[in-house]
């Protein structure tokens, strides 16, 4: 396993910067905890899931798998949405 100073991930969350505070912070103002993302691989879950596209309707359950998996590997679950967002017209 690799040591948390190793993880690219620390590169965001773990210097004691203005650029890391900036990053611990917006997780903090979003809810999670220091213990949630401190030290862990972030992993990010891209999600084209959306209530327009029906042929996207599975990815929603999906992405909750995937989740949950990270989690219970030991590292922090970050799901998004691709941009440009889809707008309807």
Not at 13 to 33: A, K
Not at 56 to 79: I, N, S, T
Request: include cysteine.
């Amino acid at each position: 396993m690799k040591k948390p100073e190793d993880l690219r991930s620390y590169r965001w969350f773990g210097p004691d910067t203005m650029r890391g505070f900036s990053h611990r912070s917006r997780m903090l103002q979003m809810g999670h905890r220091r213990e949630d993302f401190t030290g862990k691989p972030v992993i990010a879950i891209v999600n084209t899931w959306s209530e327009i596209n029906p042929c996207h309707a599975h990815l929603r359950e999906l992405a909750e798998a995937v989740k949950r998996g990270v989690w219970q590997a030991g590292g922090f679950p970050w799901r998004f949405r691709p941009s440009p967002s889809p707008r309807p017209t």
